[in-house]
């Protein structure tokens, strides 16, 4: 698809972040399955359940533009997971594995901090304001998560989180 206006592009970009969060809740899963510290699970646990969310209010996104839910592949969040696993395979010691999975979070929330926020404006422009409160309140919890993990990983760099 092309996308010759706002609209087009809007609905675009909602397909892509319904592929990126529905991608992110089994990644996220995976992240908390691969680590050993219970403050670094506990937050990709957490943040799969917000993500969950995400893929419910996006959902709401596309009815309320009376558009069908839709995902289309998003090379980026492809790439993410391809590296994550790329490393994974190279059977890390398990606290560089932590480490790790902590910027592999961090890379992902960044990303999702960006798209959302490309997307927000772009509903407000079109007049859609209850779907930019309902993107708006996603970028929140993304805006969180990405503190939560740069809280961890800086305790993790400082050895106040160590692995047994």
């Known amino acids: 698809m092309c996308a010759n206006t706002l609209e087009d592009l809007f609905e675009d ?10 991608q992110l809740v089994d990644a996220l899963d995976e992240l908390e399955s691969q680590s050993s510290e219970e403050e670094i699970m506990d937050a990709f646990s957490e943040h799969r359940s917000e993500t969950q969310d995400h893929v419910q209010r996006l959902e709401g996104a596309f009815e309320a533009i ?3 839910p839709e995902a289309k592949t998003d090379s980026a ?30 890379k992902s929330e960044h990303y999702e901090i960006a798209a959302y926020g490309n997307l927000i404006p772009i509903a407000d422009q079109l007049g859609m304001d209850e779907v930019a409160d309902t993107l708006e309140r996603s970028l929140r919890e993304e805006q969180d998560a990405l503190d939560e993990l740069s809280t961890l990983g800086e305790e993790f760099d400082y050895g106040q989180i160590s692995s047994d």
């Open 13 to 22: 970009g909602l397909k892509h972040m319904y592929y990126t969060e529905q």
């Open 77 to 106: 969040v492809e790439g993410l997971i391809e590296d994550h696993e790329a490393f994974v395979e190279q059977d890390p010691d398990q606290n560089v594995l932590n480490r790790y999975n902590i910027a592999a979070g961090q």
């Open 66 to 68: 009376d558009e069908t």
